[in-house]
């Protein structure tokens, strides 16, 4: 369920990890203290460790909107400022490219703003699928308010 939520951080341009599944919790908290992270979480349990005091938030099981309104004003995300600046797949920051290094991309591209990721290649561009994601986001950012 905090896949998508994931997805959405890192479209913000938030630094977003996601914890693979089968990792023991206590590690999972170790390496959120570790590494400067929150560790966004369904599962009550996971308070109980010591380390992971001031790091974890629990989040109800809920649905997208919800969970990205109580993620909004608990750490104050800004959904808009550096929107599509990070691999939506693997969360590498992605860097500006051309459509000519990219001659598999459909030919409308010239000459638009396109970004790919130096990690796994993907190239990403203001296609339908980022409109959507943009439309969602900008709904999130009114929501939180002046
Ligand atoms: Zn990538």
Redesign the pocket.
Known sequence: MLGRLARYLRAAGYDTELAAGGAPDRDLVRQAAEEGRYFLTCDRLILEHRAGNGLVCFLPHGHLDKLARQVGERFGIDWLARAFTR??????P?VPTQSHHHPDLPPDLAGRDIMR??????VYWDGSHSRRMRARLEEWQRSLGP
Do not use: I, S, Y
């Open positions: 691999c939506l797949m693997d969360n590498t992605l990721c130096p990690a796994c290649q993907r």
